[in-house]
């Protein structure tokens, strides 16, 4: 132990703050008053220089006088008003000194506890091995269930990871003529999952018993790249630019398309309300569709189409504590993460990151963001919100960081890259209070008869 923190009980006990030792030594408050600065013009210098320089040699060293010369003294002294004790006499009275400061310790406020800065790991706390991990920027490869159970595909496979236990199984392998796997996303129940294939078609799948509940087809002429989940609908986008609703508990499942991209879909996003769907593609376009406006028999007209962004959109995040936000990053010729008012269209903030945003993800606890990238640092950083200070830069990818994942109770983010390694980071800490993490409800039975549906 350092010899200079060191102490006795003694002196633990007689220790004061400097305010206490203020308060405590003061009787009252006069005691402490500053000094009074007299009044010049009330002051009669000529007696008071008088008085400190001849009386002073009369009383402290007497000289023999004569009795003619002491009444012509006394004579002088009346005669100028000089018979006064008192040196410095004030004809105005000192102004009375106001009780400033007040004698009552109570009365002082404690500061306020300062919030405790959140620690953030910089190295991951652990790090799985993905061989044969696709190095595709328009791919979504990755994502964890609210069961906490992460789905990710390596080339034509589909392995599930218990974040309880730590056991992996394989969900399923495919065969060559319709794999690689393109695409994973759970249900909002957390235990059924949907796989996107290279030839077109979309699979079902229970989780649990690893069973395939359905294969829908026709939805698309090419590989399913983006798929997400809006209750009892499957939104899926495909290299050919569509982008269909399906509805998984009927037979007919395709209920309603949307046309506006003319390259591949690499990003789809519900908001948490599900009015709102927001989609990027390879034609550097981002859009906002509202289900208002969705049409059954034509394909839905967007309500916003943005073009602000120089370079593909992947990256889409929809704010957790302000429903209308919107953040979204562009690729490797963009470089920025932008943020919408997605009811008026506007661009709110654009700030350029310096390398491809990969993929984004907000604190559901904190006011902050999460990116990942690509060249030249394949980095994850993480951003306070709205002023986009970084707050931290987490390195350990040799790659650029494709995909991420956040664990249910939004604490942990899983990151996978093309250097084939899956890590997983502390980055969002812990829930100030402990709870369940906040997701969208499922309907009742949305799967109850997808036995039945093959």
């Keep these: 132990m350092d010899a200079g923190s060191e102490c006795s009980p003694a002196t633990k006990s007689h220790s004061r703050s400097p305010l206490q030792d203020q308060f405590l030594h003061r009787k009252n408050s006069r ?12 002051m009669d210098f000529d007696y008071a220089h008088y008085m400190l320089t001849e009386a002073k040699t009369g009383k402290e060293n007497p000289i023999a006088s ?88 390596l080339a034509n496979t589909v392995y599930l990871w218990n974040a309880t236990d730590g056991n992996t199984s394989e969900l399923v392998t495919v065969d060559d003529d319709v794999g690689p796997v393109t695409s994973v996303k759970f249900a909002p129940d957390g235990r059924h999952i949907s796989v996107g294939l290279n030839n077109s078609d979309v699979q079902l799948w229970d989780s649990t018993s690893n069973k395939l509940l359905r294969t829908m087809r026709g939805c698309h002429q090419s590989r399913v790249g983006s798929l997400d989940w809006n209750n009892h609908i499957l939104t899926t986008g495909g290299m050919d630019g569509r982008i269909v609703n399906n509805d998984v508990r009927i037979r007919s499942h395709i209920v309603e398309t949307y046309s506006g991209h003319h390259q591949e879909v690499c990003g789809l996003k519900w908001s948490a309300s599900g009015q709102q769907l927001a989609s990027g593609g390879n034609d550097n376009l981002l859009h906002i569709w509202d289900r208002s406006m969705a049409s059954v028999n034509s394909p839905t007209q967007w309500l916003h189409r943005l073009e602000d962004h120089t370079a593909a959109v992947k990256a889409l995040a929809w704010c957790p504590f302000q429903g209308n936000l919107l953040a979204s990053g562009g690729g490797g010729g963009d470089k920025c993460i932008k943020f ?13 990151t310096g390398s491809q945003v990969c993929a984004l993800l907000w604190n559901k606890n904190e006011r902050e963001l999460l990116s990942s990238h690509g060249f030249s640092q394949n980095q994850l950083t993480l951003w306070k919100y709205p002023s986009m200070v970084k707050m931290a830069e987490l390195t350990g990818h040799t790659s650029r960081v494709l995909f991420m994942a956040q664990s249910p109770d939004g604490c942990t983010v899983a990151s996978a890259a093309g250097d084939e390694t899956l890590r997983f980071w502390n980055v969002f800490g812990s829930p100030e209070v402990a709870s369940k993490a906040a997701t969208r409800k499922a309907a009742p039975e949305p799967f109850a008869h997808l036995n039945r549906i093959r």
Excluded at 119 to 147: F, K, V
Excluded at 340 to 352: I, K, P
């Design 31 to 42: 005691e402490n008053l500053d000094r009074f600065i007299p009044n010049r013009s009330a």
């Design 340 to 352: 919408w008012n997605t009811h008026t269209g506007a661009c709110l903030n654009s700030v350029d």
């Design 66 to 153: 004569s009795p003619s010369r002491e009444a012509y003294r006394k004579r002088l002294a009346e005669s100028l008003n000089m018979n006064r004790t008192r040196i410095l006499a004030f004809r105005n009275k000192p102004p009375t000194p106001a009780d400033t400061i007040s004698t009552d310790c109570s009365s002082v406020r404690p500061s306020e506890p300062v919030k405790a800065r959140r620690y953030i790991p910089q190295t991951s706390e652990r790090t799985l091995d993905a061989p044969d991990l696709q190095d595709d920027y328009y791919l979504n490869l990755l994502d964890w269930g609210s069961s906490n159970v992460l789905a990710i595909a």
